[in-house]
């Protein structure tokens, strides 16, 4: 079957959803302003939700509603919070929500990201439910919903609903707009029901959920953990064999749908000439000869990612193996994330110790074992890192899917790389000729490590090319488009 692409992706919105709207919602927006020298800059985020949606968004023309906390967002859109986007290109329509200080303080950092965040990541980050947190987390959905409905009413339209900001919007949405189908995706692991059940709220967000006709998660298993906890904690009917749950009367279907990336445009832009110079550039300023062997890790700085475990595993390796000492680089590119809240912050400062301890204990006059740039890369300049690179790490504790290992593969176009993927990411389930590790067990990461320089371009080639294939072919393309049929059978 010829992979899905964003014009087969249009046809197919086309000519199942027809004239009905088409409405993302989600927190994080796809596009930013910022002021730069008094003039309105534009910016991407760094959120794998962004990467996956925005292509489908261009493919749909629809509306994309989500939080405006870009410095010059105001400026840049009319007084209803409208703006069309991609900048220079567009073709669909951005609606700002303004959020208070205090509401992102208690919705986002708080019940988002203190609470739900480490609850469903097996990281052994301990949750944090705080009353204030959870009624923001509230008001900040209804706010969401108010919106939403504003555009939709009483029309058949389709809204596709991201992530774990948002478990109670398909409840509220279906009682403002009752003639659209919705969807939800969460975009994060479902944990299994002994770890959910300490959340104080677990049934407003359970119920929350289940007002969406589909409600999608990355694999299956988080499926069932999510069918297994309204079996403990509501009187639904569950329906296994479906993967069905009825709730007051309504049926909401679970389903898995492996995100993914825009394969093609990520092959394409790494093959150009622009990549290419940005290799030459890269070679030049950071003094990386053919010589070296260069490894790359790329990630938001989360402690579900598995940073300092990966540090480590560094420098388990050139303990380990010192004649690689002097010939061996480690680049590591990490983006700041949440650094309101304390278990970031904290997480910033051993990442920086870890960075510094292994520099001091094998670095030596022209060479630095580990490369940490602080900053948000943009695309071009990781596929170039990405390309130069004999493998990546990917060792996060615990990850919905990890889209980082996907633009790896997409990036490698000639075929070589080797890629240590973490077992415990969606990712794994489909890529299955990377290299499994086991984040926590850093000595085995260390071997791992030696596996992948020492693999024979044969056998590296080998994996790489039917990873390219699966990811070719499941593209995000393919993710929204099963999506797409499965909500249009439900109209
Ligand atoms: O992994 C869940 C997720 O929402 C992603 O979809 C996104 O890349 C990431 O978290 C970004 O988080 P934030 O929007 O908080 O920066």
Redesign the pocket.
């Known amino acids: 079957m010829p992979g899905e692409t964003s014009e087969t992706l249009r046809q197919l919105i086309r000519s199942r959803i027809r004239s009905h709207p088409f409405v993302a919602v989600s927190?994080?927006e796809p596009y930013l302003n910022t002021w730069q020298d008094g003039k309105l800059a534009w910016m991407r985020?760094?959120?794998?939700?962004?990467?996956a949606l925005d292509p489908v968004m261009r493919a749909s023309r629809g509306l994309w509603v989500a939080q405006g906390d870009g410095t010059a967002d105001r400026a840049a859109c009319d007084e209803n919070g409208f703006v069309d986007v991609p900048p220079g290109d567009p073709r669909y329509r951005l609606k700002r929500v303004w959020l208070t200080d205090e509401e992102v303080e208690n919705y986002?950092y708080g019940f988002?990201?203190s609470a739900l965040w480490p609850l469903c990541h097996v990281a052994y980050q301990r949750p944090v439910f705080r009353h204030d947190d959870w009624r923001a987390y509230r008001e900040v959905n209804e706010k969401f919903a108010e919106s939403v409905a504003r555009e939709v009413g009483n029309e058949k339209a389709f809204i596709f609903i991201?992530?774990?900001?948002f478990a109670l919007l398909p409840r509220l949405l279906r009682q403002r707009c009752p003639r659209a189908v919705i969807a939800h995706f969460w975009?994060?692991p479902w944990p299994n029901p002994e770890v959910f059940r300490i959340c104080p709220w677990k049934q407003e967000i359970l119920r929350g959920l289940l007002g969406s006709d589909i409600l999608g998660f990355h694999i299956r298993y988080h499926g069932d953990n999510f069918i297994a906890a309204v079996d403990q904690e509501l009187e639904a009917r569950m329906d296994r064999e479906r993967a069905a749950i009825v709730f007051e009367r309504h049926m909401t279907k679970i389903r898995a749908f492996p995100i993914s990336i825009d394969f093609d445009a990520v092959a394409r832009q790494a093959a150009s000439e622009d990549t290419e110079e940005r290799m030459k550039a890269i070679r030049a300023r950071y003094g990386i000869g053919e010589e070296i062997i260069l490894g790359v890790g790329a990630d938001?700085i989360d402690y579900t990612k598995g940073l300092p475990e990966r540090i480590e595993a560094v420098d388990r390796f050139l303990d380990r193996y010192p004649e690689f000492r002097r010939r061996f680089v480690f680049f590591q590119a990490g983006v700041p994330?949440?650094t309101h809240v304390d278990a970031y912050r904290q997480l910033n400062e051993t990442l920086d110790g870890a960075v510094r301890r292994v520099n001091a204990k094998y670095g030596e006059p022209g060479w630095c074992p580990i490369l940490f740039l602080r900053e948000h890369l943009p695309l071009a300049e990781l596929l170039a890192w990405y390309r130069l690179a004999r493998f990546a790490i990917v060792s996060s504790l615990h990850?919905?899917m990890n889209l980082v290992a996907k633009e790896f593969v997409a990036a490698r176009v000639d075929g070589s790389g080797v890629l240590l993927l973490s077992r415990f990411t969606g990712a794994a389930r489909e890529l299955r000729d990377a290299v499994p590790i086991n984040p926590y067990a850093t000595d085995d990461v260390a071997t791992a490590i030696r596996l992948a320089i020492d693999m024979t371009p044969e056998e590296a080639g080998r994996r790489m090319r039917k990873m390219r294939e699966q990811v070719r072919e499941r593209n995000v393309y393919r993710w929204a488009s099963d999506i797409v049929r499965k909500l249009s059978k439900l109209a």
């Open positions: 927190n994080r985020p760094a959120s794998g939700l962004v990467v986002y988002a990201n991201q992530d774990y900001h975009h994060i938001r994330s949440r990850d919905g």
